[in-house]
Every structure is written in structure tokens, then in C-alpha cells.
């Protein structure tokens, strides 16, 4: 593919790629990345990754990672975290963010991605138990790790060896509840994120009511508004004060990603040369992509697409206030209800599920041990696309 070619198709599928927080735009740049011969950090989390043919339908896995290092896990300095306000690093690999990003066959078909809340209480891939799905990526880091150190395994190979473990076990585990297959996948790091915004020269958002939060840092007015750097990063990740708490935390995702595309159409920028060569670096220094996902096919395969061709939605949940044995406070989930979501949500059939940006119209749940059976969620189903900028609380 030709440069002049590579801008037009580029042009014709920015808003799709885009839409999908920074890992769909970490995608397009890498395959621009790859035109330019630079290098980027590859993962064989997925053993049967293979570049997905022009017409056949895939399955994507976008991890927002919670990691004080970079791509090829290099310590990031820590006064840089604590401008962030993502607190110390408790040596733990946690997964912020999971979207289930499904692209049809038919270019005529909208692309789907799926939010999974990170508190979704579940059971581990490789019999690690039932717990929060956010802990599966250190689960199976921690578990290879102790393996790789008996066998004499140290430095910087346990380290890619046991990340290269957790981001497996990650999949698993998100095939296990889905039931569907995961092709690719993309992984970028709380610095990645920031950068990517920064890049773009911030992103629009709207707040239903000004918001305050000492943990995440965020001070943010009413009404919409640009927000770029540790601005951005603390509106996607409060969670603290929120009426649902991480349901909340996802629609703002959700509402971020809108904005996203809408800044990526307007400013121009992949034609741009400065602001691309920006974005090439920052997926080089913070982004973790499967080595098979062949981004120049699934370029063709988003062609003609437009903001409303993206649309994000959430897994049908139980009650936010599970109480388990270790974890703390989870999300409940029916693994049952979230296959068949996922498998009316691909087939493009409806109903679907709420996006949690109603889930506040919802009735309350009832505290854990109330005697009270618990209420679904779910509200009158609303599907948020990269069309627009909603507002969220």
C-alpha cells in the first residue's frame, strides 16, 4: 500500500478506529508505525494470532493497564505518577479498562464494542478461583513468575516472561465469560493514555454536574469542556462519589472515547505530520499489540464507516455491592446472561443492555445481607456511539 493510498484509507477510517479510547487509535498509529520501519512492543498472549483476512469478522481485547512502566517495562520516574494521582505503586498489575471490540464481516455492520467493569466478580482462567476480573493479569503474572524463580529465571526475562502470562491468563478469562474467541489484542499503560491526549491537543467532554475528587484528583465544571493529561486521565478513572460507582467509571470511558473521535475528525490529525509523529511515539514507548493483528487489512475492513458505525455497551451486571470472601466489594455478574448478551450483540441482533450511563435511573440495589433480592442494573437500554459527546455524571 502506497503512501498517497495508506492517507485516503486512513481518512475513510479514522472515525471508527478512533472511537475506541486510546487503543483503537494505538492500532492506526502502529500501522502507520510499521510503514515508517520503527519498532513497537509485540505480545504472543494470543498463540493463534494471525492477521485477520479482509471480510472475516475478529475480536479485539483493549486493556487499559494499570503499570508504572513502559511498553517494554522500563520504571517510569515516580514523581511523573504522582502528578497523575494514580497513588503508589502497590506492585500490582491491574487492569483498568477491558473492551470487547467486535468488527463484523460486513462493512455495512456497526462495530461493537463492549465494556466489562473491572470489578466483575468472576472465576479466573487456569482455576485461579473466583474473583475481580481486574486481578486476572496479576494472577497469572504472579503465578508464572514463582515458577520462572524456582527455575533460576531473573531481571528483565522473568519480567516479560510473567507479563506475557498475565496478559494470557487475561484473555482466558474474558473468553471464559464471553464465550466468544479473542483474535487481537492491545494493551496501553496510564502514561500512554496521557500522551495520547496530550497529542491530540485534549478532548471534548461534557459533565452532567461539576465534580470534585481528592482520589483521583479530578476538578472539573458543569457542561462540556477540554481536557487533556492528568485531566483526562483522572476523568476516565474516577470512580469515588459516582451514584454507581465503576458503572459510572464506564459510561465517562464510553463518553471519552465519543469525544475522542470527534477530535481526531476535526483537527485533521493524520494529516498532520507532526501531530502523527507525536502519536507514533507514544504507541512505541506504551502500547502492547499482539504480533498477528495485521492493522493495513482491518483498515479495509473499517472503510466508509462513520461515528454512529461505533457503538459501546456494557455487559449486563447484578448488584454493585457484592460483598466476597477476598476482594472487597464486587460487581455481580450472570455468566450466563453475559454470553447471551455478547452473542446477540455480535449476531447484531436485538434487544441489548443498558450503557451505564442510565444506570442511575435504575432502583438502587439493596446492601449486601439486606434479606432483599437483588436488582439487575439494567435500565431502558440506550446505546452510547462515537457520533457525539454525551454527557455523564
Not at 477540554?226 to 476523568?235: C, H, I
Not at 461505533?310 to 453475559?338: C, E, K, N, W
Request: glycine fraction near 10%.
Amino acid at each position: 500500500m502506497n503512501a498517497r493510498r495508506t492517507v485516503r484509507v486512513v481518512v475513510r477510517t479514522v472515525v471508527a478506529l478512533a472511537a475506541v479510547v486510546a487503543f483503537a487509535v494505538a492500532g492506526l498509529a502502529w500501522s502507520l508505525q510499521r510503514s515508517l520501519d520503527t519498532s513497537f512492543t509485540s505480545t504472543a498472549a494470543i498463540p493463534h494470532a494471525v492477521p485477520t483476512p479482509q471480510g472475516q469478522a475478529y475480536n479485539a481485547l483493549l486493556v487499559g493497564l494499570d503499570a508504572r512502566t513502559d511498553s517494554a517495562g522500563n520504571p517510569l520516574p515516580p514523581e511523573l505518577f504522582n502528578a497523575l494521582h494514580v497513588g503508589p505503586d502497590g506492585g500490582q498489575l491491574n487492569t483498568d479498562t477491558i473492551i470487547l471490540l467486535h468488527v463484523p464481516a460486513d462493512p455495512g455492520q456497526p462495530a461493537e464494542a463492549i465494556s466489562i467493569p473491572r470489578d466483575s466478580y468472576v472465576p479466573i482462567a487456569g482455576g485461579r478461583g473466583t474473583h475481580k476480573i481486574n486481578s486476572a493479569y496479576e494472577l497469572g503474572l504472579t503465578s508464572a513468575e514463582n515458577t520462572l524463580t524456582a527455575q533460576g529465571i531473573t531481571g528483565p526475562e522473568l519480567d516479560r516472561r510473567g507479563r506475557e502470562a498475565g496478559r494470557a491468563t487475561l484473555v482466558a478469562t474474558v473468553e471464559q465469560l464471553t464465550g466468544v474467541q479473542i483474535d487481537h489484542y492491545a494493551e496501553i499503560n496510564f502514561v500512554g493514555f496521557v500522551e495520547l491526549t496530550e497529542a491530540l491537543g485534549g478532548v471534548p467532554i461534557c459533565l452532567n454536574e461539576p465534580v470534585h475528587d481528592s482520589y483521583s484528583g479530578i476538578d472539573l465544571p458543569a457542561g462540556p469542556q477540554t481536557v487533556d493529561g492528568p485531566a483526562a486521565l483522572a476523568f476516565v478513572r474516577q470512580r469515588h462519589g459516582l451514584p454507581n460507582g465503576d458503572l459510572d467509571r464506564i459510561a465517562r470511558q464510553q463518553a471519552f472515547a465519543a469525544g475522542l473521535t470527534k477530535q481526531l475528525i476535526s483537527t485533521g490529525t493524520f494529516t498532520n505530520p507532526v501531530r502523527l509523529a507525536r502519536l507514533v511515539g507514544v504507541v512505541d514507548r506504551n502500547v502492547v499489540l499482539d504480533s498477528g493483528w495485521n492493522i493495513e487489512q482491518a483498515l479495509s475492513q473499517f472503510a466508509g464507516l462513520s461515528g454512529s458505525d461505533l457503538r459501546f455497551q456494557t455487559i449486563p451486571t447484578g448488584r454493585t455491592d457484592l460483598r466476597t470472601p477476598y476482594d472487597g466489594i464486587a460487581v455481580q455478574i450472570d455468566q450466563s446472561a453475559v454470553r447471551a448478551f455478547v452473542r446477540s450483540v455480535v449476531s447484531g441482533h436485538e434487544p441489548r443492555a443498558a450503557s451505564p450511563s442510565e444506570t442511575a435511573a435504575a432502583p438502587p440495589v439493596q446492601p449486601a445481607g439486606s434479606g432483599r433480592s437483588s436488582r439487575s442494573t439494567a435500565a431502558t437500554p440506550r446505546v452510547i456511539t462515537a457520533g457525539g459527546v454525551p454527557c455523564v455524571n
